[in-house]
């Protein structure tokens, strides 16, 4: 995959969306206290979302998880405390152990947890949402819950779906019909019924995955239960290639009303409070010299101004004025990426 073969200090756009997770974190303090919660995280080598939700919100019950060993023996290197576990498991076998890990780190307490699945496969798509519902059944009113999923249209295709050769190329609504017939027998009654192989474009597959999940929860979590699963915020950003990702909690139903009130998510632009509320961050690569001028200039300034000054109007493939009104939401999270003699 693009984006996973990225190092994580040329990836901005995941450091926008890991931010705006830290953003919501803050948020939910306002409801729940989050400094005793145990956090687990793939995190990948270098753990950054476990250094930020360490620094920001004083969590020390930090876990890791991967199923590549080399990838465990970086983490336990890359450590932001000494007391983080670092296990050489997948993301199902975690879920499946989940109680005893977390009574073996000593994080067996009624505190509440954070957890965040970071998918790559799109293949394994059934999986993750297997995986996802079998997560919500083992968690408790209070609990936090991301997933992040490969949302990428062509990622969806199998080598055997190119034309050989003499062969003319698939049509656009064939691509998009093969794709659906795949993404149907992954699925399968989790498949939203207004879905449909038009569907699966850039903008239309996340809206899909998001209903898919959307009704695994109501499976895990049924409306007789006396917990819902709550989602906060959606985003989807392209990091070489696209991906959605899902944060919400697990709230007990008589709870449901006082949480949106202390979170406040009307005030947040972030917020996804429905399922269908999926927020598209344009992140453009910038310059140092270009991110503080636009820091200057973007809260107040005309976004035709903006872009006379700046003297060109497109960053990369991105143009400037499409992604303006949506770098006034996210500035405060753009990462500030600095080359350092050591």
């Known amino acids: 995959m693009v984006g996973a073969s990225l190092p994580y200090h040329l990836r901005p756009h995941k450091a926008v969306d890991r931010r705006i997770f830290l953003d919501l974190l803050r ?4 409801w729940r206290p989050l400094g005793e919660y145990a956090y687990l995280s793939m995190g990948a080598y270098p753990l950054e979302d476990h250094k930020l939700v360490h620094r920001a919100l004083g969590i020390t019950r930090l876990i890791a998880f991967d199923f590549d060993e080399g990838v465990v023996a970086r983490q336990l290197f890359n450590r932001p405390i000494k007391t983080c576990s670092c296990l050489h498991k997948s993301a199902g076998a975690l879920i499946d152990e989940l109680h005893r890990i977390l009574d073996a ?12 699945l970071d998918y790559t496969n799109p293949k394994q798509v059934g999986s993750q ?7 919500l059944d083992r968690l408790r009113a209070g609990d936090v ?23 003319r190329p698939p049509t656009i609504e064939e691509q998009q019909a093969k794709r659906f017939e795949r993404l149907q027998e992954k699925i399968g009654e989790l498949l939203p019924s207004t879905a449909k192989p ?3 474009t850039m903008d239309g597959l996340p809206a899909v995955l998001a209903g898919s999940f959307a009704a695994a929860a109501l499976q895990a979590l049924p409306v007789s ?11 989807r950003y392209r990091d070489g290639l696209q991906m959605l990702s899902i944060t919400g909690a697990v709230v007990a ?29 344009v992140v453009p690569d910038l310059t140092i010299r270009e991110r503080l001028f636009l820091e200057r200039e ?3 300034g005309r976004d035709a101004d903006i872009v006379r000054e700046l003297g060109f109007d497109k960053a990369g493939d991105i143009a400037v004025e499409d992604f303006l009104n949506n770098y006034r939401l996210y500035y405060r999270f753009y990462p500030t990426l600095l080359s350092a003699d050591l």
């Open 27 to 30: 948020r939910f303090e306002r």
């Open 298 to 300: 973007v809260m107040s």
């Open 198 to 200: 038009e569907d699966l």
């Open 253 to 281: 139903r008589s709870e449901e009303q006082e949480m949106a009130t202390r979170l406040d998510l009307g005030a947040w632009p972030f917020a996804s409070e429905v399922w269908t509320r999926i927020h598209n961050l």
């Open 105 to 116: 780190a000593g994080c067996s307490n009624d505190t509440g947890v954070i957890v965040w």
């Open 129 to 135: 949402l297997r995986e996802f519902q079998t997560l």
């Open 225 to 235: 239960g006396e917990t819902t699963f709550k989602p906060l915020s959606i985003t």
């Open 145 to 167: 819950v991301r997933v992040t999923v490969n949302a990428h249209p062509a990622a969806l295709s199998e080598p055997e779906d190119r034309p050989s050769a003499g062969k």
